[in-house]
């Protein structure tokens, strides 16, 4: 069997993919990198590669010495830590996936998957329901790097037949690994902040809702897509995906019931002006139609599941 390579393994999203693609396809057929090292479940459970997405010939050599012909991309910078290394992040977003389709373009690799967010929309995008066609004018360094990526994701698809699949990615929650410099991190602090003191600061306003995701249904949804015929993948930017939308008031509202004692606070910074710019909740009806997705977890179920684990890594 040909092989897998997670880029970016050590990530909020490729710790969780990595180890999911490891149990569906085996440990040995699954190769996770990134530039540090990963969860302990992700080194001890199969083979790991220190990489830099920019070294152009160890990806390279990585690649084809170990007969790779699927690679998830997921090495960037997120909104938060791009707005403070914009030149940085515009480097690593946009020459990692540039080099990663011209390796499909190439015949070099069968697949890539690379993800987008709702980054790539903007203020006068609409807010309620946003269409999976709309207007998209993002105001952040991240947004931008992501809007120019479907861009060229849909141009080496028509020009090359490069077989790029992508999701326009909504906050998303993990109990697995630490959020890492996103708009969204708030939606994962809260739950150890809350276990740990009964309190949390938040970054944003208290009605500042967002499109929102629990890890488990992101995961499913990535793998699907990747998996899915060819001839139903219609969109070839990204696909609109959805799931449950919330504020930070109505998700510590959803805590108190399990911790009531529980108290947030708000402070908002920078981040609040780019969770402005961004839509309230997404259409995802192509993604639907066009590969059968759907998702799972619930606000409540999220809550619930997100207490019990983090509890356990705590104590």
């Known amino acids: ?28 057929n699954v190769i996770a990198s990134d530039i540090k090292n990963a969860s302990d479940e992700v080194m001890s459970s199969g083979q790991f590669e220190v990489l830099d997405v920019l070294d152009e010939k160890k990806v390279f050599d990585t690649i084809k010495k170990n007969n790779v012909d699927t690679v998830y991309l997921l090495a960037a ?3 938060g830590s791009a707005e403070k290394n914009p030149k940085k992040a515009w480097e690593l977003n946009m020459k990692s996936l540039i080099l990663m389709l011209d390796l499909v373009k190439d015949s070099l690799v069968k697949k890539l998957f ?4 709702i980054a790539v929309f903007g203020p006068t995008t609409p807010k309620i329901n946003t269409p999976q066609l709309t207007i998209m004018e993002p105001s952040t360094v991240y947004g931008i790097s992501k809007l120019a990526g479907e861009r060229w994701c849909e141009y080496y698809f028509k020009k090359y037949n490069a077989d790029v699949r992508s999701i326009r990615y909504p906050g998303l929650i993990s109990y697995k690994t630490e959020a890492g410099g996103g708009t969204t991190d708030y939606a994962v602090e809260i739950f150890y902040e809350a276990i740990k003191h009964k309190k949390y600061e938040c970054f944003l306003t208290e ?35 959805s799931a449950i939308s919330f504020s930070p008031k109505q998700l510590a509202i959803g805590i108190t019931k399990h911790i009531p004692n529980f108290n947030i606070s708000y402070k908002p910074d920078f981040r609040q ?31 619930e599941i997100m207490l019990r684990e983090i509890g356990k890594k705590l104590s």
């Open 114 to 117: 690379w993800p987008s967010s």
């Open 1 to 28: 069997m040909n092989k897998i390579i997670v880029i970016g393994a050590s990530g909020q999203i490729g710790s969780d993919l990595t180890l999911e693609l490891r149990n569906r396809y085996g440990n040995e």
């Open 273 to 303: 002006q780019i969770a402005e710019t961004w839509p309230e909740s997404i259409n995802d009806e192509c993604a639907q139609k066009d590969w059968g997705w759907k998702y799972t977890y619930d606000l409540p179920k999220m809550i």
């Open 77 to 79: 910078m997120l909104s």
């Open 207 to 241: 009605n500042t809702a967002l499109p929102m995701m629990f890890m488990p249904d992101a995961i499913k949804a990535t793998i699907d897509l990747v998996e899915a015929d060819p001839k139903n993948i219609k969109i070839r930017s990204s696909y609109n995906l």
